[in-house]
């Protein structure tokens, strides 16, 4: 029976300090590595926005290509047409 024990005993701890043949595991990536290798297809869409345009405007509510459609505007009613950026959600503003 103590030769069933030590036998039993020795064959477990052989089977335990032998290495398996899977590979080892990858080290984790940084968050940043993740995003580097994932496929431009899975990226969310990246809009390109230009600058803002510059306008005519009284009160920055009505815009105008030029200072004399600005002027002769009824919107504008004698008010100084100045130019400004006309700044909106679609384009960035300087």
């Given amino acids: 029976m103590r030769a069933m024990i030590l036998a039993a005993t020795l064959f477990a701890g052989i089977a335990g300090c032998t290495r398996s043949s899977e ?3 990858p ?11 994932t ?5 969310p869409e990246q809009t390109q926005r230009a600058l803002c345009p510059s306008a005519f405007t009284c009160d920055d ?3 105008f290509s030029t200072k ?6 009824t919107a504008c ?7 400004d950026t006309r700044c909106g959600g679609n384009c960035i503003c300087p």
Avoid at 27 to 37: G, T
Avoid at 39 to 43: D, E, F, Q, T
Avoid at 77 to 83: A, E, V
């Fill in 77 to 83: 009613s004698g008010s100084d047409c100045f130019r």
């Fill in 61 to 63: 509510i009505n815009w």
């Fill in 27 to 37: 080290a984790p990536q940084s968050k940043m590595e993740a995003v580097q290798q």
């Fill in 39 to 43: 496929p431009s297809k899975l990226l």
């Fill in 68 to 73: 004399a459609a600005c002027q002769a505007s």
């Fill in 23 to 25: 590979p080892a595991a």
